[in-house]
């Protein structure tokens, strides 16, 4: 098959985060046999086409060099708050669909990631003879549809311009289902490095946690349930892997509890460091709320540690329901996150359950193994047009 691939996150670079798993997932379809070619946004000037790993990468321009600031920093809804980001915004659509319209004579089928700008703008570059358009919501995109009647309302259209929607999570699959996506979206979770996570069955490195420092990560409930473990003479450390905007209240809060010899914020670190901080952990806590996915939690399996995760995690659950020895948090509460965290720490059993269990993540979430499931999915609409 000849896939063209729409996104507004892609490796610019060796080491670069944004949309790595997207690149991990095209790999492996090029290894298949199918020929792949991506269209995403410049940055900040940097347009044209390059060849990455085997894929053509077409970065289109869509605006002055200044102003191409809205993709790869995760920071294009904020700046949707202006009125220079909105026109940006118009451009970056209106690039992208214009893209899209060029190059879909020589595609068997469009792959859109995000239903917003992806999937927009592929609605936009619609017309007769257009391939079959497979649809993947990511997360992000997905909450706006939660907050938002008007995302609502604009993503209508999109989702059923789709011949097929993936998802990343059941807990995505059901807020594309009461959006208006038909058929019944597909559950297909992105591929991981699964192995560069080393498995290590010693912990001894406390409590870690890994995520941007946001709201929405409730970082603060592990800080306070580590603190009342330390109350109860049950002291551990806590590691908190990332960065973001909430680090600075985070930091005070550790201080405040009297932990500040006890909690270490590493900062942003590279994504290669990270496996090697969890195969150390005895504990994973992850108290997000509303979750795509919550990659990190199946990471912190395969390195055959034991998880805390919050009932309301989203994603997430698809992944701590299936490992027996998982702790799923009912409330937000620190005491209730501290007798979870202590029922786990240094408990054998349940850190052998996590190995099992973080194995078949590990064989699950192979680039090769996603692929070919993905290839099912694309075949399949190319099959019915």
């Given at each position: 098959?000849?896939?063209?691939?729409?996104?507004?996150?892609?490796?610019?670079?060796?080491?670069?985060?944004?949309?790595?798993?997207?690149?991990?997932?095209?790999?492996?379809?090029?290894?298949?046999?199918?020929?792949?070619?991506?269209?995403?946004?410049?940055?900040?000037?940097?347009?044209?086409?390059?060849?990455?790993?085997?894929?053509?990468?077409?970065?289109?321009?869509?605006?002055?060099?200044?102003?191409?600031?809205?993709?790869?920093?995760?920071?294009?809804?904020?700046?949707?708050?202006?009125?220079?980001?909105?026109?940006?915004?118009?451009?970056?659509?209106?690039?992208?669909?214009?893209?899209?319209?060029?190059?879909?004579?020589?595609?068997?089928?469009?792959?859109?990631?995000?239903?917003?700008?992806?999937?927009?703008?592929?609605?936009?570059?619609?017309?007769?003879?257009?391939?079959?358009?497979?649809?993947?919501?990511?997360?992000?995109?997905?909450?706006?549809?939660?907050?938002?009647?008007?995302?609502?309302?604009?993503?209508?259209?999109?989702?059923?311009?789709?011949?097929?929607?993936?998802?990343?999570?059941?807990?995505?699959?059901?807020?594309?289902?009461?959006?208006?996506?038909?058929?019944?979206?597909?559950?297909?979770?992105?591929?991981?490095?699964?192995?560069?996570?080393?498995?290590?069955?010693?912990?001894?490195?406390?409590?870690?946690?890994?995520?941007?420092?946001?709201?929405?990560?409730?970082?603060?409930?592990?800080?306070?349930?580590?603190?009342?473990?330390?109350?109860?003479?049950?002291?551990?450390?806590?590691?908190?892997?990332?960065?973001?905007?909430?680090?600075?209240?985070?930091?005070?809060?550790?201080?405040?509890?009297?932990?500040?010899?006890?909690?270490?914020?590493?900062?942003?670190?590279?994504?290669?460091?990270?496996?090697?901080?969890?195969?150390?952990?005895?504990?994973?806590?992850?108290?997000?709320?509303?979750?795509?996915?919550?990659?990190?939690?199946?990471?912190?399996?395969?390195?055959?540690?034991?998880?805390?995760?919050?009932?309301?995690?989203?994603?997430?659950?698809?992944?701590?329901?299936?490992?027996?020895?998982?702790?799923?948090?009912?409330?937000?509460?620190?005491?209730?996150?501290?007798?979870?965290?202590?029922?786990?720490?240094?408990?054998?059993?349940?850190?052998?359950?996590?190995?099992?269990?973080?194995?078949?993540?590990?064989?699950?979430?192979?680039?090769?193994?996603?692929a070919e499931r993905f290839e099912a999915v694309l075949e399949s609409?190319?099959?019915?047009?």
């Amino acid at each position: 098959m000849r896939v063209l691939a729409v996104s507004h996150a892609y490796p610019r670079f060796d080491g670069d985060l944004a949309g790595a798993f997207l690149e991990r997932l095209y790999e492996a379809l090029t290894a298949r046999g199918h020929t792949v070619r991506v269209i995403v946004p410049a940055d900040q000037g940097q347009g044209g086409e390059v060849r990455r790993r085997g894929i053509v990468v077409e970065r289109v321009r869509y605006a002055t060099a200044r102003r191409e600031t809205l993709a790869y920093r995760g920071t294009m809804i904020q700046a949707l708050r202006s009125p220079a980001g909105l026109l940006a915004f118009r451009g970056l659509v209106r690039a992208l669909a214009r893209a899209v319209g060029a190059r879909a004579g020589d595609a068997d089928v469009v792959h859109a990631n995000w239903w917003v700008p992806g999937g927009y703008a592929v609605w936009r570059a619609r017309r007769v003879g257009m391939p079959p358009c497979v649809l993947t919501l990511h997360g992000t995109d997905a909450a706006l549809l939660q907050r938002s009647w008007g995302a609502r309302l604009i993503a209508r259209p999109v989702l059923q311009n789709a011949q097929a929607v993936t998802t990343v999570s059941s807990f995505l699959a059901a807020i594309a289902e009461r959006a208006g996506a038909r058929p019944t979206p597909v559950v297909l979770p992105m591929p991981v490095d699964g192995g560069s996570v080393p498995t290590s069955l010693a912990g001894g490195g406390g409590v870690v946690t890994v995520g941007r420092l946001t709201r929405q990560k409730r970082l603060q409930l592990v800080i306070e349930a580590v603190a009342e473990l330390h109350a109860r003479g049950r002291g551990m450390h806590l590691t908190v892997v990332g960065d973001g905007p909430e680090r600075s209240a985070l930091e005070g809060t550790a201080v405040r509890l009297g932990l500040r010899e006890h909690v270490r914020f590493t900062g942003a670190v590279p994504p290669e460091a990270v496996p090697g901080l969890l195969a150390g952990a005895d504990v994973f806590a992850f108290p997000a709320r509303h979750e795509g996915f919550g990659l990190a939690v199946a990471e912190a399996l395969m390195a055959g540690v034991p998880v805390v995760v919050a009932a309301d995690g989203g994603g997430v659950l698809d992944i701590a329901r299936e490992c027996p020895g998982a702790e799923i948090v009912p409330v937000a509460d620190a005491g209730a996150w501290a007798a979870a965290i202590g029922r786990l720490n240094g408990n054998a059993a349940a850190r052998s359950k996590a190995a099992v269990a973080g194995a078949e993540w590990r064989e699950r979430l192979r680039p090769a193994a996603v692929a070919e499931r993905f290839e099912a999915v694309l075949e399949s609409v190319c099959r019915r047009t």
